[in-house]
């Protein structure tokens, strides 16, 4: 079942723009998929991502979400029901002063009644591993954190995709690693449509599909081996591999006989084990 479909989708920030942020962008995302979306910063990536819930609208082409145009008005309230969105800094989405009052903010505005919202704030934040920080003060709170009561406040709202846009880009590792394990859970458990602006290759990696952009342009779009086989056109693209990838290729220009067909770093070790073998070690 489809979920999001854009066509041909065209994006101007000036009307007499002569480089526009989208140029043509024609992509169908299916219900429950998780797609990680990959570029260099003015790719159009999170251009792309603001159409996905009618923040923006297009300047050419369409985009529809189950159906719904984004361009029709009378739909925006039904879209933003059904399309979730987390930005990059998760200060401008909490409003809230302790954890769960933040989470039953949005259901709260959308009228639902109170028993039901307790049951979606303990929901939500378990969901995203947040149980126990309910009653904390939200400026007490690590960036890693504050994404996650973020991610539980769309959750919360109960939508069936959420675009997050670049949401560990302003996070140490270990807050990304956490942020991560939400996000794939949201997908596995609850369902949730995934779309990921990432610039984070290793992000990519667990998603179900690729796609890169690159001058406001879709230029690859397969499973994450399938677009991370094509190293010339990502380079043209600004991007690299994995690092897993990028390590093994290392190797393999050593002069080592291993493996490429690896993306995580559990492959990666598999692959050195085999090499180590081979040689009687």
Known sequence: MEMIRTEQLQYNYRAD???????????????????????????????????????????????????????????????????????????????????????AFAPENLGVPQAEIRARVDAALEAVGMSKYRDRATYQLSGGQKQRVAIAGIIAMQPECVVLDEPTAMLDPHGRRSVMRAIHAMNRELGITVVLI???????????????????????????????????????????????????????????????NVLT??????????????HGY
């Open 265 to 278: 770093e559990d492959e990666c070790a598999s692959a050195l084990y085999d090499v180590l073998k081979k």
């Open 17 to 103: 723009s002569l480089h526009p942020a989208l140029n043509g962008v024609s992509v169908s995302i299916r219900k429950g998929e998780f797609v990680a979306v990959l570029g260099h910063n003015g790719s159009g990536k999170s251009t792309f991502a603001k159409h996905l819930n009618a923040i923006l609208l297009p300047s050419g082409g369409a985009v529809y979400v189950q159906g719904m145009d984004t361009r029709d008005e009378k739909l925006l309230y039904n879209i933003r029901q059904r399309v979730g969105m987390v930005f990059q800094n998760p200060d401008n989405q909490i409003v809230a002063s302790l954890v769960e009052e933040d989470v």
């Open 198 to 260: 990432t610039h984070h290759m290793n992000e990519a990696v667990g998603a179900d599909r690729v796609l890169v952009m690159t001058e406001g342009r879709c230029v690859l779009d397969g499973t994450p081996r399938e677009v991370f086989a094509r190293e010339d056109v990502l380079k043209a693209a600004g991007l690299t591999v994995p690092q897993a990838l990028a390590f093994i290729h290392a190797l393999r220009d050593a002069g080592i006989d291993i493996d490429t």
